[in-house]
């Protein structure tokens, strides 16, 4: 069985966080590397997709040193000053922790960003490899890391 995590971990190690972003509701994606525009359905354009990506749908918070910056419940204005001082930064860990993995993104400059599902059911995030022209996703299901 491939180690997911340590596939992702050396992947990301040394990429910046090119891209921040607030998808629907309060669903945090972060995106690493070279970005690739998007395009809508409607032909609209969409956020750009990076080499490697990051989604958590809710229930995340930003660490900064020892406290927390923000988090999925906290006061949505101060998002975006938060979500651009990530922008730049580099990957220099992802793992897991919890008896259901949760992700925990470590980045320059003590930030860290973290998946933290408080409702029933599975954590909430999935980490993408867009590199060679397809794209692996893995996140947990039924406790359990899987691929897809």
Not at 71 to 96: C, K, Q, Y
Not at 118 to 127: R, Y
Request: aromatic share 10%; proline share 4%; hydrophobic share 40%.
């Amino acid at each position: 069985m491939k180690d997911w995590i340590a596939h992702f971990r050396a992947a990301a190690r040394g990429l910046t966080v090119s891209h921040a972003w607030r998808g629907y509701g309060s669903a945090l994606f972060l995106e690493f590397g070279s970005l690739t525009p998007t395009t809508r359905r409607d032909g609209r354009p969409g956020e750009p997709e990076g080499e490697l990506g990051l989604m958590i749908e809710w229930s995340w918070r930003i660490e900064d040193g020892r406290s927390i910056a923000c988090g999925s419940w906290s006061d949505e204005a101060l998002w975006p000053s938060i979500f651009a001082r990530l922008v730049g930064l580099r990957v220099t860990d992802i793992s897991t922790f919890g008896r259901l993995p949760e992700l925990l993104l470590s980045l320059e400059g003590d930030l860290h960003v973290a998946s933290f599902m408080t409702a029933e059911g599975d954590p909430a995030w999935t980490l993408f490899d867009r590199r060679g022209g397809g794209c692996i996703a893995v996140g947990c299901k039924s406790g359990l890391l899987v691929a897809e």
